[in-house]
Nanobody, 124 residues
Framework: QVQLVESGGGLVQAGGSLRLSCAAS????????MGWFRQAPGKEREFVAG????????YYTDSVKGRFTISRDNAKQTVYLQMNSLKPEDTAVYYC?????????????????WGQGTQVTVSS
């Protein structure tokens, strides 16, 4: 069973940057595609970014393209989300997850294991 722990969230002013990390244990990390999701108060969980098992392929929701970058270090069993030019609308709890289904990568149903989440708050 895979365990995921997110870190790196916090409070930042609009235009600032944060780097989220997700450390994995208990599984074969290099064999898993990974994703980042976020959930703002009163809203559905939203796909943010995803990466293939090697990191060669990455995917982003339109609202973060050009600002966020997903990457992974399989040797460290860690996936990252570099967030630049942050906006107040980026405020949410951010979760990393292990993809376990070969379905649409943006669907939460395609992911089996989830971290506890880390809060990102962007002030105006």
């Amino acid at each position: 069973q895979v365990q995921l722990v997110e870190s790196g969230g916090g409070l930042v002013q609009a235009g600032g940057s944060l780097r989220l990390s997700c450390a994995a244990s208990g599984g074969s990390f290099a064999s898993y595609a990974m994703g980042w999701f976020r959930q703002a108060p009163g809203k559905e969980r939203e796909f943010v970014a995803g990466t293939s098992r090697s990191g060669a392929n990455t995917y982003y929701t339109d609202s973060v393209k050009g600002r966020f970058t997903i990457s992974r270090d399989n040797a460290k069993q860690t996936v990252y989300l570099q967030m630049n030019s942050l906006k107040p609308e980026d405020t949410a709890v951010y979760y990393c997850a292990v993809r376990s289904r070969y379905t649409t990568y943006a669907s939460p149903a395609a992911y089996e294991y989830w971290g506890q989440g880390t809060q990102v708050t962007v002030s105006s």
